[in-house]
């Protein structure tokens, strides 16, 4: 991906992370309203009734701006689709693919075909969507490369509005654990390894050395605890938990 697309997120995240009078200079940031968004996404008379919103995001509608994205990505938690983190079946040959130091243009289909079978079952996650994005200019297809760039950032400034990562107190808010690690990448950062899942529900991630002298962000990951713990109590094969 070409990184250019993210400077100014990546301005705005860095100033708001070593920023001690954010609010003074503009800069806003809203923790999600879980209660408010599933009432809101949840609502068969709503007009962002979930089906109905994401079926708009599925068809890469760019006029969806930044209030439906904020329902679409938190909103996710209360949809019958939503699953947590697991290996897809289809990572394997997506990463043989990945391997080869030559792509042909049916290698590039290949991965345009699985990946947008991935995203119907993680449709949020931003690595799957980089990848896509990837593939479509690899193939020169400007008019999706074009959508699917919309939908990585856009969803990238519904978690960075939902925080500054300074603290647990102000962490930014993720749907999966994974999302975290490919936030940071798009935006040039490196996770090196050292995770700490508190148990109030919160994920600190360090990062490697870089000239921005930063070394973690905390994520809050809830929510997602909620979600784990409510399958579990449901059921107790690690099979129906994951599939």
Known sequence: MQKNIF?????????AFVSDNLHSQG??????DYDRIK???TAKTSVYYYPELIKRYRKNDTTLKKDE?????YGFFFYKLYKLDAKNEYSDSLNMIFKKTQYTDEDIKKVIELENIVLEQYPFNLGDLVYLSNSYKRLGDSVLYKKTEYKIRMIMETILSSGDGKSEETAWHVLAVSHEYDLLRIMGFKGIGHQAITKKGFDYLEVAENQYKIKGFHFNINMVLQKMNGLFEKSTNIKDIIK
């Open 39 to 41: 009432k809101i996404v």
């Open 7 to 15: 400077k100014i997120l990546l301005s705005l995240m860095l100033f």
């Open 27 to 32: 800069l806003n940031f809203l923790a999600p």
């Open 69 to 73: 994205y904020r329902l679409l990505y």
